[in-house]
């Protein structure tokens, strides 16, 4: 048995109602009994309802109206937190983000590739080891659509270690000049001080750094050494007198 095309009515909104964009003929699988039509054209976004019209000689039906929502349009995801330099000498960080659409479905979040979760804004984060991490959020909508935004930073939380070798506590000299010599682990440079004298600025090679003073008279003296990497933890040494 040959089955007669089914017109269907096409209307922009979320009712059948009104002139319709468009009247198009869905033909029926005779296996499923299932009648289906393409758009002729591509729809732009929007809401669209469509509804069936069958008549005969006699009367006409129609079905219940279906109404559903074109969209191709990505979610905005925009990560707002930023970290000076990329750095960073805490080991917590509070992530704040957007995530944009009418149609959003899910958020999630991803710590260094460890796997997407749902998260919310903003999330906190503890525990980070010392070295670089990313932080990436993954914003998809009910048709499919998705975007992610990351950031990138360097934890480090450690402080420079630095030490003073010479002169050793109690040591008495027969000089009225004296070089402090010492160990630092950054490669930045050594703030030196002396009492009752000015700062020095020592440099550091191979880990060793040394700055001397002159002009001492007789008397107790005590030498103290700091240190501040890029990330701007500062590390001090132990007194010396």
Same mark, same amino acid.
């Given at each position: ?55 005969d000689a006699l009367r006409s039906a129609r079905s219940a109206a279906a109404t559903f929502t074109v969209d191709t349009a990505a979610?905005?995801?925009?990560? &707002?937190? =930023? ?6 000498? +805490?080991? $917590?960080?509070?992530?704040?983000? @957007? /995530? !944009? ?8 979040c991803d710590l260094d590739g460890n796997g997407f979760v749902a998260c919310s804004s903003p999330k906190s984060l503890s525990g ?30 450690t402080k420079p270690v630095v030490t003073i070798t010479s002169p050793v506590a109690g040591a008495t000299l027969g000089t009225s ?5 010492? &160990?630092? =682990? ?6 030196? +001080?002396? $009492?009752?004298?000015?700062?020095? @600025? /020592? !440099? ?38």
């Amino acid at each position: 048995m040959s089955w007669p095309p089914m017109p269907w009515r096409w209307c922009s909104g979320s009712t059948a109602t009104g002139e319709p964009l468009a009247t198009l003929e869905a033909t029926r699988n005779n296996t499923t009994g299932i009648y289906s039509v393409t758009a002729g054209t591509e729809l732009a976004d929007g809401t669209y309802t469509a509804r069936a019209v069958q008549s005969d000689a006699l009367r006409s039906a129609r079905s219940a109206a279906a109404t559903f929502t074109v969209d191709t349009a990505a979610p905005v995801a925009d990560i &707002t937190t =930023t970290f000076t330099g990329g750095l960073s000498t +805490s080991k $917590s960080a509070s992530i704040s983000f @957007t /995530a !944009t659409d009418a149609n959003r479905s899910t958020v999630e979040c991803d710590l260094d590739g460890n796997g997407f979760v749902a998260c919310s804004s903003p999330k906190s984060l503890s525990g980070l080891a010392d070295g670089e991490h990313t932080f990436t959020i993954r914003v998809a909508d009910r048709a499919g659509n998705s975007s992610t935004d990351s950031v990138t930073w360097t934890v480090d939380a450690t402080k420079p270690v630095v030490t003073i070798t010479s002169p050793v506590a109690g040591a008495t000299l027969g000089t009225s000049s004296v070089t402090v010599t010492g &160990t630092a =682990t950054e490669s930045s440079s050594v703030t030196v +001080s002396l $009492s009752g004298k000015s700062d020095q @600025t /020592a !440099t550091v090679s191979s880990g060793t750094w040394s700055a001397t003073f002159t002009g001492l008279p007789s008397g107790s003296y005590t030498a103290a050494a700091a240190q501040t990497d890029t990330a701007g933890n500062t590390g001090t040494s132990s007194s010396v007198t």
